[in-house]
């Protein structure tokens, strides 16, 4: 597991990278895994055995070790700064993931672009939130063309994605739930789930939601809130951040909506103007079932709502972009095991770069964060790497006492 792990850690972008990476030139690699993993191999593995090993022990014992990992996470309180009215806020995003130009296995999603066809996969994934802007995976479902037999065919791609995401939500809900049975859980999505199907798979998994609110989505509850904000004038607070950026906030609660399927739901509604320095301005709503009023109503929508983002920031790009390759095919067969391990690294990276421990080390030389400190995430990596390499790690390194003492802290600022 860790020579997988380590794969990502080092940000060698393809697997055949081990076999140049953590070769025998690299002194130490073999030594420095052995005690990280409490193993006494002798020699070293091969991208080969990797490939063999995950096909062995399957997707789902790496997707468990992922969940584990988080669950330790709430358990020691780390992600308690950024819970919102006590409910860690699990943010649900869909992505492409794998792209070919031929049938890669009998569940790819077809794309028709002029003459030619793509084949691919999309995921959906469920991430929680903590603090300074880190994102911890919990649960994945990957999409295939057995979402999209519904959708008719010639249905655009936006719509495909649509249909499959709000598919594959029970699913992915239902994993969080097997996996967090007494988690207290909001569900924070864009407005495709802010619909009956949206609502119900909150109900079912016993999640509060805080879903994007669009006119397009919902025409007739959009036009209900905007006549019911004219009644409840008095329900608005206004501010100005310290960057100068005006913002008016307006509220609705207990809005009744008749879903198609004539299933009936309350909920409350709101919105945010926000007018910047320049004049440019920009509008936000979004339903939930959270407490919203005078008090409530910023946070609701500065920490929940608008952490939204962050996943398709701190999530999705920074695993596409970052040398972590999240759309590079490491492997034809058990790609879904590649996949966890990734997000298993993006975790201990996180830790890594936003966590107390090398913050310490950047002050004591007058830095700020460890990322000033190293000039870049890249060099990061590749200081792990060399280090990883050369370096014979000390013994106090590996020692489990001395570790229980210390409390690695995300910062917030
Ligand atoms: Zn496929």
Redesign the pocket.
């Known amino acids: 597991m860790w020579w997988g792990l380590s794969l990502f850690l080092c940000k060698l972008s393809s697997r055949r990278q081990l076999d140049y990476q953590f070769n025998s030139d690299g002194p130490e690699v073999l030594n420095n895994l052995n005690r990280l993993a409490g193993t006494q191999q002798t020699s070293r593995p091969v991208n080969k055995t990797l490939d063999y090993f995950l096909g062995r022990i399957g997707s789902a014992a790496v997707a468990g070790l992922g969940q584990k990992m988080v669950a330790r996470l709430i358990r020691m309180k780390a992600l308690d700064e950024v819970r919102l009215q006590g409910r860690v806020l699990v943010l649900i995003d869909g992505s492409g993931y794998l792209v070919f130009h031929y049938q890669?296995?009998e569940?790819?999603l077809t794309q028709q672009h002029g003459e030619t066809t793509i084949?691919m996969?999309q995921v959906l994934e469920a991430k929680v939130l903590g603090p300074g802007g880190t994102v911890f995976s919990i649960a994945t479902e990957f999409i295939d063309n057995r979402d999209a037999q519904d959708t008719p065919t010639g249905a655009s791609p936006e719509q495909v994605k649509q249909d499959c995401e709000l598919k594959a939500l029970p699913r992915l809900v239902a994993k969080i739930r097997t996996a967090f049975p007494q988690l207290r859980i909001c569900l924070v999505g864009d407005s495709q789930f802010a619909c009956g199907a949206g609502f119900q798979v909150a109900r079912d998994g016993r999640c509060a939601f805080l879903y994007v609110f669009k006119e397009g989505r919902t025409p007739a509850l959009w036009r209900d809130f905007q006549g019911l904000l004219k009644l409840c004038p008095e329900q608005h607070v206004e501010l100005t951040t310290p960057q100068g950026i005006h913002q008016v906030y307006r509220w609705v609660n207990d809005l009744d909506y008749e879903d198609s399927d004539g299933r009936p739901w309350t909920f409350h509604a709101l919105h945010c103007r926000e007018t910047k320095k320049t004049g440019v301005v920009t509008q936000w709503a979004w339903v939930t079932p959270l407490k919203v009023d005078r008090d409530t109503v910023v946070a609701v929508a500065t920490k929940g709502g608008r952490e939204r983002w962050r996943e398709e920031n701190e999530g999705f790009n920074t695993q596409k972009n970052s040398g972590l390759n999240l759309e590079h095919a490491y492997s034809h067969k058990c790609w879904a095991a590649y996949y966890f391990l990734l997000q298993i690294a993006h975790m201990i990276l996180q830790l890594v770069e936003k966590g107390s421990l090398l913050r310490q080390l950047a002050e004591q030389v007058g830095k700020r964060t460890a990322v000033a400190l190293f000039g870049s995430l890249k060099n990061m990596a590749q200081r792990l790497l060399e280090s990883l390499r050369y370096r014979r790690w000390e013994d106090e390194a590996f020692d489990v006492g001395r570790a229980a003492t210390i409390q690695i802290r995300l910062d917030s600022s």
């Open positions: 890669h296995c569940q790819c084949y996969h």
